[in-house]
């Protein structure tokens, strides 16, 4: 009895099933708080972009001028944010926290003291006059809206830095990183795509981003399911798929379409604080992120 529920827990129909159940449950609650529009959007973009994909970067290549290489490859390399705005957003992530730090060390010695491996991270997106400079400096926008086939007022963002700490002397540390850190696919809205910076030197083994390049409209259905999959097992299904690390030095920052199988590595040699900036259509993402998401355009 106990083998037949494992055969029927792994068959694939089975877990389409579940997955319809769990989207269908969470959009009620939405409809439980009175956001009728947000369950109905929750409903219909999870299925939409697990199985056929981002609205995003879908139009014909010749339609991308400033974002060839996204539209094609998923990722594109942007300006860097300068060693002025890097230090600027790793002051503001210490004086964000609800504990004072005199420094990014003291930070993380005191999560390590605490046994925390991804201490989470804050919102910068109400910032506005660092958020300008970033986008001025990445200059992002016109990318964004090209990419996104979007309007200033068609589209919400949020912006959040976080830190992965090299949390390798506590105990088990390995394990409890990897099961957050494993490769999956963001299903954040209809249209999205995300900018990323490192604010920390990048090398191998300080949480290095992650990302399985090729093209995911050939990823058979066992991999469209909303999970998170392990390297071996994505390989196995979608040999065509690249693995690709990505280093830089502190400020270096990239677009990404995150319905790209990726993750963020472990850090065993030094820690990882990263800016993560998401553009989504305002359409379904006024509805279904109640926090932390923002009118791009000021004056709505
Ligand atoms: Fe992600």
Redo the contacts with the bound molecule.
């Keep these: 009895m106990k083998l037949l529920k494992l055969i029927i827990k792994k068959t694939l129909i089975f877990k389409v099933l579940i997955q319809f159940i769990n989207i269908f449950r969470y959009s009620l609650s939405y409809v439980s708080r009175g956001n009728l529009l947000g369950g109905f959007y929750w409903f219909y973009l999870r299925h939409k972009v697990s199985l056929l994909g981002n609205s995003a970067g879908s139009k014909f290549y010749d339609n991308y001028k400033l974002t060839a290489p996204l539209a094609k490859e998923g990722l594109m390399q942007i300006n860097s944010l300068s060693k002025e705005t890097v230090a600027k957003l790793e002051k503001l992530f210490l004086e964000s926290q609800s504990e004072n730090y005199s420094s990014l060390e003291d930070f993380i010695d005191s999560k390590k003291r605490k046994n925390e491996v991804r201490p989470s991270g804050i919102s910068i997106a109400l910032n506005k006059q660092m958020i300008n400079q970033v986008f001025e400096e990445l200059d992002l926008l016109p990318k964004v809206k090209e990419y996104l086939d979007l309007q200033e007022n068609e589209i919400y963002f949020s912006a959040n830095i976080d830190c992965l700490l090299n949390v390798d002397e506590t105990p088990e540390f390995e394990e409890r990183s990897i099961n957050a850190l494993e490769f999956?696919r963001?299903i954040d809205s209809l249209a999205f795509v995300k900018a990323f910076c490192y604010l920390s030197n990048i090398n191998n083994g300080c949480g290095e981003h992650q990302v399985l390049i090729g093209p995911h409209t050939k990823l058979p259905l066992a991999l469209r399911i909303i999970s998170r999959f392990s390297y071996n097992e994505l390989i196995k299904k979608a040999p065509h798929l690249k693995l690709k690390s990505i280093y830089g030095a502190s400020g270096y920052s990239w677009l990404e379409d995150?319905t790209m199988f990726?993750r963020g590595t472990v850090p065993i040699k030094a820690h990882r604080l990263m800016l993560s900036l998401s553009f989504n259509d305002a359409r379904s993402a006024k509805h279904i992120h109640e926090r932390y998401y923002y009118p791009l355009d000021p004056k709505l």
Excluded: E, G, K
């Design positions: 999956h963001d995150t990726h």
